[in-house]
């Protein structure tokens, strides 16, 4: 009802009213549903759907595009007796391993590079070059630097009276050269997280330890590194899901070559998909990669989490 000349006359939009007092009544829990309406929806549609699509497809055998066959576990029992299943799974946990590396060279650096100084300056933006580069490039850049007849790798080793190695068509060193080359890209990133972390450090915590005596490795141990927790956390998750999504520099660098040697689960996945026609063996090995990656991050959580809690 609204008032009129003092009178009362019904109103002309009474579910708009209805509405808006709902609203009023309601504000509390509304605002955030509809403001999270659209992110959970992204969400949902980009991460959840294709996941659940992608462990459905597993379970059939599938060209892609004709009519797809139910097969059960067969896609997965056919990776149990595949070669190249495990020389990629092999492969993972070297990347896994050796990508570890580079929160310690990102810690570092940052320690190295966070010092008032004009001079480090240009020194900083040499480290923070990969970050702006494409993985195809420095998968190019990285492949001349190993070419055995003019590469850098084996004018070294000329200078050194050795005789160059062939890294890249080597199946002994192809993968510790795929993996340096990614590395040199993620020990930037770990240096841009870290430096950011060193320069929210509290100044007066770490001028009542230096008046305590804590100096040098202690200082760090005690003082730094646990105010740098939670970005050695991020810099860790962040760098593992990396080692397991690496695809871009196996491709440009060398196929998976040679003689599947470099192939990792990522790549291995989309040869299969791709070239072999068989989207529900690709599924399958996407959602071993899945897991993989899930319990990996899952166990890394409880043990943070664990630590969190004996500590405070």
């Known amino acids: 009802m609204i008032q009129k000349g003092g009178a009362f006359i019904a109103s002309p939009f009474p579910n708009r009213c209805r509405m808006f007092r709902f609203w009023q009544s309601n504000q509390a829990w509304l605002t955030p549903v509809v403001l999270l309406l659209l992110p959970v929806g992204l969400f949902l549609l980009m991460i959840v759907i294709p996941i659940v699509q992608s462990i459905w497809t597993s379970f059939y055998e599938w060209d892609g ?36 590396l580079a929160p310690v060279f990102g ?52 200078a050194l009276g050795l005789q160059p190695i062939a890294i890249l068509s080597n199946e002994t060193f192809v993968t510790f050269g795929i993996i340096a080359a990614a590395l040199w890209a993620q020990i930037a990133f770990c240096l841009v997280l870290f430096l950011a972390g060193l320069s929210q450090l509290d100044a007066e915590l770490i001028a009542a330890g230096r008046i305590d ?9 005690h003082i730094v590194l646990p105010q740098l927790r939670s970005v050695t956390f991020v810099a860790t998750i962040i760098t ?39 989207a529900g063996y690709g599924a399958a090995i996407a959602t071993v990669l899945f897991l993989i990656m899930s319990i990996w991050i899952a166990a890394f959580l409880w043990h943070t989490l664990r630590r969190e809690e004996r500590m405070g």
Do not use: C, H
């Not at 797809?68 to 190249?84: F, H, K, R, S, V």
């Not at 300056?121 to 007849?149: E, H």
């Not at 804590?214 to 760090?220: E, F, Q, V």
């Open 107 to 158: 810690l570092a650096l940052a320690l190295f590079l966070n010092q008032p100084l004009r001079e480090l300056r240009f020194i900083k933006a040499v480290f923070f070059l990969p970050l702006v580069l494409a993985p195809v490039i420095i998968g190019v850049v990285f492949t001349w630097f190993y070419d055995p007849t003019f590469g850098i790798v084996a004018i070294v080793s000329r």
């Open 240 to 278: 593992v899901i990396g080692s397991l999504r690496n695809f871009d520099l196996i491709s440009v660098m060398t196929q998976g070559g040679p003689y599947g040697s470099s192939t990792v689960l990522a790549y291995q996945m989309y040869e299969a998909t791709i070239f072999s026609y068989r």
């Open 65 to 100: 595009t004709g009519e797809a066959t139910w097969i059960g576990l067969g896609n997965y029992a056919e990776l149990i007796g595949d070669p190249q299943f495990f020389v990629s799974l092999k492969n993972n946990i070297i990347w896994i391993l050796m990508f570890l």
């Open 213 to 221: 005596g804590a100096s040098g490795w202690k200082l760090l141990r």
